[in-house]
Structure formats: structure tokens, C-alpha cells
């Protein structure tokens, strides 16, 4: 794998050197649960070379990450009945980035689940979430892989 950061949970996950619940794969591309899945099948679309954010982005990584993203968005929807997705890419810390390697947030969405437009809880509100152990999150990967149709 090309342009590795060794020290870059993401690009670990990508080399199969850390654990994630793998939902789609293409040549440029993962998609896996992420670990604090709210709402629930709360997916992380990452390319496998490594790159900052937005900014650095190459395209062949861009259009791979936006193909993978398209198609797992599709499939969340159909294995869980979502009623719209929530996408988010957020660009350096002042944007609310947390881990430094380009990622986009799926976020399934339904009218009662607690979220705000913008994917995060509303005060008050019960949130739908999904599975917190790796049995759980690969159990939910398998029944949105299920649904996977790569066109």
C-alpha cells in the first residue's frame, strides 16, 4: 500500500493490522463501523493511501472513497430501513477532525433518532445506537454487507 503513516490508526485498519468491522472494500477504498456507533451502522469511508483531509485528498483517492461511499450508503439504507444519510467530512481540528487521515462519516438517519441535522445527539433526546462490542459491530457489517451491490 502506498503513502502508509505507520502511526495512523486508519492507514493500520486498511493494512489489516488493526481490527475493524469491514463493510466494503474497493481498490482505493474501506468502509468499517465505527467503534461508537451512533447512530447505529455509523460508518467511516476512508481511502487506503493516506492522506490528511480535504485538503490533500488525491483524486483517484477522492473518486474511490465517493464510488465506496455511494454504494455502502445504499446498502445501510436497505439493510436497516434508513430514512435519509447524513455524510459528513470535517477538514482539520477547528472542524471538529479528530483522527488525521481523510475520512467521511455515513450516518444512517431516521425521524426519531435523536440526532441533530448535523449527526449529533440532541439534549434530552434518546439516540439510537447500535452494537459496542466486535461481535456486535461484525454481525451488523455482515447484514449491511448483505445488502452490497457494486454498481
Same mark, same amino acid.
Given at each position: 500500500?502506498? @503513502?502508509?503513516?505507520? @502511526?495512523?490508526?486508519?492507514?493500520?485498519?486498511?493494512?489489516?493490522?488493526?481490527?475493524?468491522?469491514?463493510?466494503?472494500?474497493?481498490?482505493?477504498?474501506?468502509?468499517?463501523?465505527?467503534?461508537?456507533?451512533?447512530? #447505529?451502522?455509523?460508518? +467511516?469511508?476512508?481511502?487506503?493511501?493516506?492522506?490528511?483531509?480535504?485538503?490533500?485528498?488525491?483524486?483517484?483517492?477522492?473518486?474511490?472513497?465517493?464510488?465506496?461511499?455511494?454504494?455502502?450508503?445504499?446498502? %445501510?439504507?436497505?439493510?436497516? @430501513?434508513?430514512?435519509?444519510?447524513?455524510? +459528513?467530512?470535517?477538514? #482539520?481540528?477547528?472542524?471538529?477532525? $479528530?483522527?488525521?487521515?481523510?475520512?467521511?462519516?455515513?450516518?444512517?438517519?431516521?425521524?426519531?433518532?435523536? +440526532?441533530?441535522?448535523?449527526?449529533?445527539?440532541?439534549?434530552?433526546?434518546?439516540?439510537?445506537?447500535?452494537?459496542?462490542?466486535?461481535? #456486535?459491530?461484525?454481525?451488523?457489517? $455482515?447484514?449491511?454487507?448483505?445488502? %452490497?451491490?457494486?454498481?
Amino acid at each position: 500500500m502506498d @503513502n502508509v503513516n505507520y @502511526n495512523c490508526i486508519f492507514c493500520a485498519i486498511a493494512a489489516r493490522r488493526a481490527p475493524a468491522s469491514i463493510v466494503y472494500e474497493n481498490d482505493g477504498a474501506l468502509a468499517f463501523l465505527d467503534l461508537n456507533t451512533v447512530p #447505529e451502522a455509523h460508518t +467511516l469511508v476512508v481511502p487506503k493511501k493516506h492522506s490528511r483531509n480535504l485538503f490533500d485528498f488525491d483524486d483517484a483517492s477522492a473518486l474511490a472513497v465517493l464510488r465506496a461511499s455511494r454504494i455502502v450508503a445504499r446498502a %445501510i439504507r436497505a439493510a436497516l @430501513n434508513a430514512e435519509g444519510m447524513t455524510m +459528513l467530512l470535517a477538514s #482539520e481540528h477547528v472542524a471538529g477532525q $479528530e483522527v488525521f487521515h481523510s475520512h467521511f462519516h455515513l450516518m444512517p438517519r431516521w425521524g426519531d433518532d435523536g +440526532l441533530s441535522r448535523g449527526g449529533r445527539p440532541i439534549e434530552g433526546r434518546t439516540v439510537r445506537k447500535g452494537g459496542t462490542s466486535r461481535a #456486535e459491530l461484525d454481525a451488523l457489517a $455482515e447484514k449491511i454487507r448483505a445488502h %452490497i451491490q457494486d454498481a
